[in-house]
């Protein structure tokens, strides 16, 4: 399939705020990274195959801390009270027709402006915080009703200070996995993305 694009009328307002569902981005995700037998194919995201995903493109300017965000991922109904949440839960039913897992949210201006390399990272990185949950040893979590993953949002591998690696060792800081990935360069393609993800910097102490 060919890289999705933000429709042109979510620019022809500038001075409202626009989310348009981006029912193609989803589309698009599924059949290059997350199915079997998908173009980029991505065993991380296997858990991903049972999940409901809804997408927005969205006009609306976004950053913390002097850094613009680029794209967000987020549980599907946050918890807030009776009122709220049914609120929320209209809106994904009229957008959607279901109320997904994981909702990502995408600015349409980069979007359309970047190259395909670097849209991919910026969906992948999204996807990546789409997580299946763990028990206490490891192992992925299941609904034992229905079977399906038990999902949640997850922060990135590496957590630690330069500074201990520097003195002590990617393997004593638990990120020489990390550092071997890094070494051996990318498998599709240098990019650079790194602080534009509304996700990651919502969970910055």
């Known amino acids: 399939m060919n890289r999705p694009r933000p429709p042109a009328e979510i620019f022809d307002n500038q001075a409202?705020?626009?989310?348009?569902?981006?029912?193609?981005?989803?589309?698009?995700?599924?059949?290059?990274?997350?199915?079997?037998?998908?173009?980029?194919?991505?065993?991380?995201h296997r858990h991903l195959q049972w999940a409901n995903i809804g997408a927005l493109w969205t006009n609306v300017p976004n950053g913390r801390q002097g850094r613009r965000v680029l794209g967000q991922c987020e549980r599907g109904l946050p918890p807030m009270n009776k009122w709220g949440r049914a609120r929320v839960e209209r809106q994904f039913l009229d957008w959607f027709g279901q109320v997904p897992d994981f909702l990502l949210t995408f600015d349409a201006e980069y979007a359309n402006d970047c190259d395909d390399a670097e849209f991919m990272a910026l969906v992948e990185h999204e996807l990546y915080h789409a997580a299946q949950e763990r028990d206490a040893f490891g192992a992925p979590r299941f609904n034992?009703?229905?079977?399906?993953?038990?999902?949640?949002?997850?922060?990135?591998?590496?957590?630690?200070?330069?500074g201990v690696v520097r003195r002590y060792g990617a393997a004593a800081s638990g990120v020489q996995e990390m550092v071997d990935a890094a070494n051996a360069g990318p498998t599709i393609a240098k990019v650079h993305i790194a602080q534009a993800c509304g996700t990651c910097q919502l969970r910055v102490a």
């Open 16 to 44: 409202e705020p626009v989310f348009i569902p981006a029912h193609n981005l989803v589309e698009w995700a599924r059949e290059t990274f997350i199915n079997d037998g998908a173009a980029l194919q991505n065993e991380d």
């Open 144 to 162: 034992k009703q229905t079977g399906r993953p038990v999902f949640g949002i997850r922060g990135h591998d590496v957590e630690e200070f330069v």
